[in-house]
């Protein structure tokens, strides 16, 4: 009898244990919340290149993506029709210079009159002048590039028309600095001023970021707010890019646990609290720590028993509350 009262003991405690799993007791401590937020990359500085004069494209001076330099041409337009005509003009010019020239010898001589003179002189004045036109008329079928930078996107290609004063792409600033436009709740941005400095997870990558503006309009939609940072590495972000950047905003009070610890269902997160003989349900937020754990900051109390590794097996027999 003692054997077998022995044996129920032991069998009930394994019983017991397979049931609730191995548990823990939830400490709180205060830790920084990684949260994700949406973000939009902007430049410091960009522009939008335009041409004065409509026509065809004869030639693009660039390839995709790759940094160009101040002055490069990015764009040649109607250049076949008005490089011909400097042509004419320089040959008529270098003919007028020799015409004039020898005039100029033959003047003493008698062989050339002074109206004879004066009119190739005035000849040539008018086609230095023409000169001049073509030259200027010929600078604007070059787009040249105003500053340092680079080029997200286009979608022209040689032959296609294009309008004076059109935008043809947008060339943005190649420094080491860009623009994170991030959408934050507004209960979040609450805790953001003006010059503060944060550190921010982007694709494994640690990036320091200043507060440079806080737009006073929210999205009553959504209720976000967007917040504009400075930051640094600029050869992660691509103006115009989208994407998400993990922020450490507040400091919290969270439980750090095991992954295994976290269950989920239609209604979400949830990690089973033993309350004395049963488990309990508790809706939960966290944040993913690491591969093997969670930080969990909504949804568990101090000193709680929380069931850790193995979660599912609570559902094999230990009675829910």
């Not at 000193?303 to 193995?310: A, F, H, P, R």
Request: charged content about 25%; aromatic content about 8%; overall charge negative.
């Amino acid at each position: 009898m003692t054997k077998k009262i022995l044996l129920f003991i032991v069998f009930g405690f394994l019983q017991l244990k397979t049931a609730y799993g191995n548990t823990v007791i939830a400490e709180m401590n205060s830790v920084e919340q990684l949260t994700s937020f949406n973000f939009q990359v902007e430049s410091v500085r960009k522009v939008d290149v335009s041409s004065e004069v409509s026509g065809r494209i004869e030639l693009i001076g660039f390839h995709f993506g790759e940094k160009v330099s101040k002055g490069q041409v990015l764009f040649q337009i109607n250049r076949n029709k008005v490089k011909p005509l400097l042509d004419k003009v320089e040959h008529e010019i270098a003919f007028l210079k020799k015409e004039l020239n020898r005039a100029q010898k033959s003047v003493d001589a008698g062989g050339v009159s002074d109206s004879q003179l004066n009119k190739l002189k005035s000849d040539l004045d008018i086609a230095l002048s023409e000169r001049l036109v073509v030259v200027q008329e010929l600078a604007k079928t070059e787009i040249v590039a105003p500053f340092d930078g680079f080029i997200t996107k286009h979608e022209l290609q040689v032959g296609d028309v294009v309008n004076a004063g059109e935008p043809l792409l947008t060339l943005y600033d190649g420094s080491e600095f860009v623009y994170l436009d991030v959408f934050i709740p507004v209960r979040y941005a609450n805790f953001l001023q003006v010059g503060q400095l944060l550190t921010a997870t982007y694709h494994d990558d640690s990036i320091n970021l200043e507060v440079v503006h806080i737009s006073p309009g929210v999205d009553s939609e959504n209720r976000l707010q967007s917040v504009r940072f400075l930051a640094e590495k600029r050869e992660l972000f691509v103006p115009g890019m989208q994407s998400t950047i993990s922020l450490a905003i507040k400091k919290i009070q969270a439980a750090k646990l095991s992954a295994n610890a976290i269950l989920f269902d239609a209604n979400g997160p949830y990690v089973f609290v033993k309350n004395q003989e049963c488990l309990e349900v508790s809706r939960i937020e966290f944040n993913y720590h690491d591969d093997e754990s969670v930080m969990v900051y909504a949804g568990i109390e101090q000193g709680q028993m929380i069931v850790n590794d193995g979660a599912i097996k609570a559902l094999w027999g230990a009675p829910l509350c």
